[in-house]
């Protein structure tokens, strides 16, 4: 018999959150949208959430494309790129996905819970996607684009604040350099067949920070792992030091592929 290590959504906590969303979602295809990989490796290889990220992804960029042509007529086309590569990053997704409260709702393998999955913002990214994705699939294209239009809302009065995440390694550069430490050094290791390695990218910045991230390749995981050091070292000022970090001691990867980044 197949242990499950994270009990499938009830009613109540599907209700809260389609209220918070504003959508009303099937329930087998909520509880997919909310299922990681990680559950579904540990549970017997049960369907996960990756596809209806794919879907969800795409009409993310179509939706978030035509509010910017549209509401910023004079902008030209590679202004409007900036911002729209901006509403969409990892860390835009994920401070959404924080709002809305939605890692709770995570179903997570038991690895990832230990290692903070339920914040982690590639993940919450990936499962803000997926849901777009079932909500496309379940309500229709309005309703998909209606949804990402009212999750991007609070990010919209500073489309371009997010920007650190498309060129996160350079952004840690400039930020190590704020700080007088060394240029981040990188190390990185490969698990898993060779059909479907996952390479895990550790980033040191002198005594300042460790981070990890995960990713299909090797440019992925570096860029997932430098962007989790940017956004620890962001939050401080230079001299202070960084909560639930130290030297030589990794803080929660942040899985899952950046979708910028391809290639090793």
Request: hydrophobic share 45%; proline share 4%; glycine share 10%.
């Amino acid at each position: 018999m197949v242990k499950q290590t994270s009990a499938p959504p009830s009613s109540d906590d599907r209700s809260r959150l389609e209220a918070t969303l504003g959508v009303s979602l099937d329930s087998e295809l909520f509880e997919l949208a909310l299922t990681h990989r990680s559950f579904a490796f540990e549970n017997g290889g049960l369907p996960h959430n990756e596809r209806l990220e794919f879907l969800g992804d795409s009409i993310l960029g179509q939706a978030v494309t035509v509010m910017l042509y549209t509401e910023y007529p004079s902008l030209s086309e590679g202004d409007l790129a900036k911002r729209r590569a901006s509403l969409v990053s990892t860390v835009a997704l994920a401070e959404i996905a924080r709002g809305i409260g939605l890692g709770e709702h995570l179903r997570l393998g038991r690895g990832e819970e230990l290692t903070g999955g339920r914040d982690k913002a590639s993940i919450l990214a990936d499962t803000v996607e997926a849901i777009i994705g079932a909500v496309y699939l379940g309500t229709g294209p309005d309703a998909a684009r209606d949804l990402v239009l009212r999750l991007i809302a609070p990010l919209r009065a500073d489309p371009l604040r997010f920007g650190v995440s498309m060129d996160p390694k350079t952004s840690l550069q400039e930020a190590a350099a704020e700080r007088g430490a060394a240029a981040p050094r990188y190390e990185i290791a490969a698990t898993g067949p060779d059909h479907n390695k996952v390479f895990v990218a550790t980033v040191i910045v002198g005594g300042l920070v460790t981070a990890r991230g995960e990713g299909t390749s090797k440019k992925a995981a570096e860029m997932a792992a430098a962007l989790d050091a940017w956004t620890r070292l962001a939050a401080t000022a230079p001299g202070d030091a960084v909560n639930g970090s130290t030297a030589g001691a990794a803080s929660d990867a942040a899985s899952a592929t950046d979708a910028a980044a391809s290639g090793d």
